[in-house]
């Protein structure tokens, strides 16, 4: 049987494999990964604007930082700048309907003019006024490539303009990270992170303690968007302050911004002196992506017609030589069984010599003791016993491993040969037993003499 287990599991495989041949299908999403990391602080980063990253309107590569508004004494006053990431950033699959997820993490500074620096002399700006600080700065998402609205200086944040700041529309949309110190007649504070969709009313923002632009603090960020939950959450720290800042809502990307976008920063000034520089920016995101097979991937039209039949016709004859093998089998399973039990019960049932059980040998022997052995032979021991069933002491073989290995079939053959000869020169067969501890054949015990002597004495 188990040849025909091994034909049948080589078929199963050849049918499937088969089968999967002439199928065509889609495979599964890919997934598109995007990563980056910049340290704008470090030596080595060399003018990233003319490399990696586009620099729009005011914003350039600074010492140290990416200065997204003028750093210039009067020349600071309604600044607008961009710095986004040069390449675009897939953001949904129109084949899936699969969105990004997306983390980023950034450091910056927000300095306002009344710092002690000598990058601002001059007048300076009341900095405990509402009007003291101005506008602030933002991390979007907008379609790719960016571009900056006209006149979209101080509380548009180089992201919107008079136009459409409350409700941007077609290549205007912009989802952003706001922060913000500037008091406008929309805002709800003058210090506060939020998040803006289309308007730069924010939706949800979360006041901020302290000063987002004071005594030189670095602030960090990270922003993280899940494709699943569809939120988008901000956390904020500002140097000098435990507390993290955290804002979050729930945007439906799809809807609100193109298949891909540019991402990066924006930031604006109006009637007072502030700088806003970018220091490090790392991001990643992940979509999953359809794959579209190419057409020369797709078998020929005649492949179908041909394969089918061709297959079916296989199936069918495997089935049937299976069947075959499986019926001649049982057929020769049931002669062998058919003859075995025909010929054990002649054996058993002849006039010939008595089975014994194996535990009646070993009584008769005294558990085939060493006292009881009278030789070794070729075959086995012979042994010494008394049975209940003999008037006279029998002489017990057994038959070594070895011998009784050869086959019970050879055994019964020899006892039946040996049972059926009749010769007063012959010592005679009283039994025999086929225990699974060895086979043995009980003789008549010759008593002592040589054997030319026993046969010449009568």
């Given amino acids: 049987m188990a040849a025909i287990h091994h034909l049948l599991s080589v078929s199963v495989y050849i049918i499937c ?6 199928l065509t299908s889609t495979p599964p999403g890919l997934a598109t990964a995007l990563s980056f990391n910049f340290n704008f602080s470090s030596s080595n980063s060399g003018d990233l604007c003319d490399t990696e990253l586009r ?78 600080m101005d506008d602030g700065m933002a991390f ?30 077609g290549d205007d949309r912009v989802v952003a990270v706001e922060f913000d110190t500037y008091f406008s007649p929309m805002d709800h504070s003058n210090n506060h992170v939020g998040i803006d969709v289309n308007s730069i009313d924010s939706k949800a923002y979360t006041n901020v303690t302290k000063r987002l632009g004071s005594d030189d603090a670095v602030m960090t960020v990270e922003v993280s968007y899940d494709n699943r939950t569809r939120v988008l959450v901000a956390h904020l720290q500002i140097s000098g302050d435990e507390r993290w800042y955290t804002v979050s809502m729930s945007v439906d990307m ?11 920063f924006s930031g604006a000034s109006g009637i007072c002196i502030e700088l806003h520089q970018v220091l490090s920016w790392s991001f990643s995101s992940t979509l999953e992506e359809a794959v579209v097979l190419a057409t020369n991937s797709r078998p020929p039209r005649w492949l179908v017609p041909v394969l089918v039949p061709s297959i079916a016709v296989a199936f069918l004859a495997l089935v049937c030589a299976i069947g075959i093998l499986v019926c001649r089998r049982r057929i020769w ?47 086995g021991n012979v042994y010494r016993g008394s049975l209940a069933d003999q008037d006279g002491p029998v002489a017990i073989k057994m038959f070594s491993a070895e011998s009784s290995a050869q086959g019970r079939k050879e055994f019964e053959s020899e006892v039946k040969i040996i049972s059926r000869l009749r010769h ?9 037993s086929d225990s699974p501890r060895g086979l043995s054949l009980v003789y008549q015990l010759v008593p002592e003499g040589s054997l030319d002597r026993h046969i010449h004495t009568s």
């Avoid at 007063?424 to 025999?432: A, D, S």
């Fill in 17 to 22: 494999l088969c089968y999967l041949l002439s």
């Fill in 55 to 132: 620099c729009k309107r005011d914003a350039r590569m600074g010492s140290g930082a990416i200065d997204l508004t003028k750093n210039e004494v009067k020349a600071n006053l309604y600044s607008a700048g961009r710095a986004s990431y040069g390449c675009p950033v897939p953001l949904w699959d129109n084949a899936t309907g699969e969105m990004a997820s997306f983390s980023s993490n950034f450091t910056f500074q927000i300095r306002p003019q009344n710092e002690t620096d000598e990058k601002f002399p001059g007048e300076k700006c009341d900095f405990n006024s509402s009007d003291g």
């Fill in 140 to 169: 979007f998402l907008v379609r790719y490539p960016s571009r900056i609205p006209p006149n979209s200086y101080g509380m548009n944040l180089a992201l919107f303009n008079g136009s459409n700041n409350f409700n941007a529309t």
């Fill in 254 to 264: 799809k809807k609100e911004l193109p298949q891909q976008v540019a991402v990066g």
């Fill in 333 to 379: 399973d049931s002669d062998d069984n058919d003859d075995r039990e025909h010929e054990q019960a002649e054996f058993e049932r002849g006039a010939g010599p008595r089975r014994y059980r194996y535990r009646e040998l070993a009584a008769a022997t005294k558990g085939f003791a060493e006292e009881e052995k009278l030789g070794r032979g070729g075959f």
């Fill in 424 to 432: 007063r020169n012959l010592v005679h067969l009283l039994g025999w």
